[in-house]
């Protein structure tokens, strides 16, 4: 799987297995890389297995964005992420992968 050169990405070995058997691949690695390319200051991607209870199903995939950017209520980068997927890919990929942004915590103060 191709990977940004300065964001370390780690796929869990289930996680990995779910991609081959499921075929997505391509979905899952164009989404790290539009991820690498739109968010700011990211630290790490990590990719896991979820389970998806409502559908009594096979598990999904969460792609885990870390940024090193403090929390911004105002910050739109997850919301405009999230439209991005949800206007390029048919919903039997949207069902099977979910991306969650998680920006650094504020300690400050």
Not at 27 to 49: F, G, K, T, Y
């Amino acid at each position: 799987m191709t990977t940004s050169a300065t964001v370390p990405v780690t796929i869990t070995t289930q996680a990995g297995a779910r991609i081959a058997q499921s075929g997505l691949q391509r979905e899952v690695e164009r989404i790290i890389q539009h991820a690498c390319s739109v968010l700011p200051d990211l630290e790490s991607i990590q990719v896991n297995l979820y389970d998806r209870h409502e559908l009594a199903d096979e598990p999904g995939l969460s792609i885990d964005v870390y940024s090193r950017r403090p929390y911004d209520r105002h910050n739109s980068d997850e919301r405009n992420l999230i439209r991005w997927m949800v206007t390029k890919f048919p919903p039997q990929v949207l069902e099977q992968i979910i991306i969650d942004y998680h920006p650094a915590n504020n300690h400050a103060g």
